[in-house]
């Protein structure tokens, strides 16, 4: 069956950096956008960052611009978020999505929801 599966959430201090994995499997998502959403306790779950299908486009929300990088490998359909300068804000569960595009994804178009991963910032 499709399946999207998060990694490499964990606990780090103010500053530090972390990089979360999200393995998509089987064809279908290999055209398609993928990205990030973020929901912390008692709030909505927010974008965070996508990536195009061939990887040439990328977008961030401005919380985490200049701080967060997206990448994708299409042999293995596995998505990556490196996030430095880690700050007590960005303590959420993380979510992989798929969607048909940057565009569609945005507007909570979702294809694919992964089960999430816990990134907690703490000093």
């Known amino acids: 069956q499709a399946q999207i599966v998060e990694s490499g959430g964990g606990l780090v201090q103010p500053g530090g950096s972390l990089r979360l994995s999200c393995a998509a499997s089987?064809?279908?998502?290999?055209?398609?956008?993928m990205g990030w959403f973020r929901q912390a306790p008692g709030k909505e779950r927010e974008f965070v960052a996508a990536i195009s299908w061939n990887g040439g486009s990328t977008y961030y929300a401005d919380s985490v611009k200049g701080r967060f990088t997206i990448s994708r490998d299409n042999a293995k359909i596995i998505i990556y978020l490196q996030m430095n300068s880690l700050k007590p804000e960005d303590t959420a569960v993380y979510y992989c999505?798929?969607?048909?595009?940057?565009?569609?994804?945005?507007?909570?178009?979702?294809?694919?929801w992964g089960q999430g991963t816990q990134v907690t910032v703490f000093s």
């Open positions: 999505a798929a969607s048909p595009s940057i565009v569609t994804m945005r507007g909570r178009n979702i294809s694919s």
């Open positions: 089987g064809r279908t998502f290999s055209t398609y956008a």
